[in-house]
């Protein structure tokens, strides 16, 4: 419900493979620069450009990591939160199922528990939704 993190982290080896391929095309650009024979003031001033653009891609691969390894920490963050949607999720439903059972078995003149009939009121968000992180109820801590 919200995001597919194995799309997510799909993302994040994307990123990598992208930073690698820029630090691979950056040698082999500067490789090649280097290898030019020709000397002189042009041939300085063409490989002081490629190392400016070489230096430049290597800052962006660095910016690609660091962009896949937010992609991964984001990735994380979503199945924790996934995983205490579903823990609150069982554990309201739980209490809810039992107060349902406790209020089926009374005889009509006990009066029931008013946690109990609060309980049996209560209207569940949908399966997985966010809303369970903020249900508020007695006997849930």
Do not use: C
């Not at 691979?24 to 000397?39: N, R």
């Not at 006990?110 to 009939?117: A, F, G, K, Y």
Request: hydrophobic fraction near 50%; charged fraction near 25%; charge should be negative.
């Amino acid at each position: 419900m919200y995001g597919n993190t194995e799309v997510i982290r799909g993302l994040a080896r994307t990123m990598r493979g992208q930073a690698a391929t820029l630090r691979s095309e950056a040698s082999s650009l500067l490789a090649q620069a280097d290898a030019v024979p020709w000397e002189g003031l042009a041939a300085d001033a063409m490989r002081a450009r490629v190392r400016g653009q070489v230096a430049g891609l290597h800052r962006s691969a660095e910016l690609a990591d660091d962009a896949a390894a937010a992609l991964d920490r984001h990735a994380d963050e979503v199945d924790r939160l996934k995983d205490l949607i579903a823990a609150v999720e069982r554990k309201v439903m739980a209490l809810v199922a039992g107060a349902r059972d406790r209020l089926a078995g009374l005889v009509a003149s006990v009066l029931p528990d008013p946690l109990d009939e609060l309980l049996d009121r209560f209207v569940p968000p949908p399966p997985g939704h966010r809303d369970w992180l903020f249900v508020d109820l007695p006997g849930l801590s």
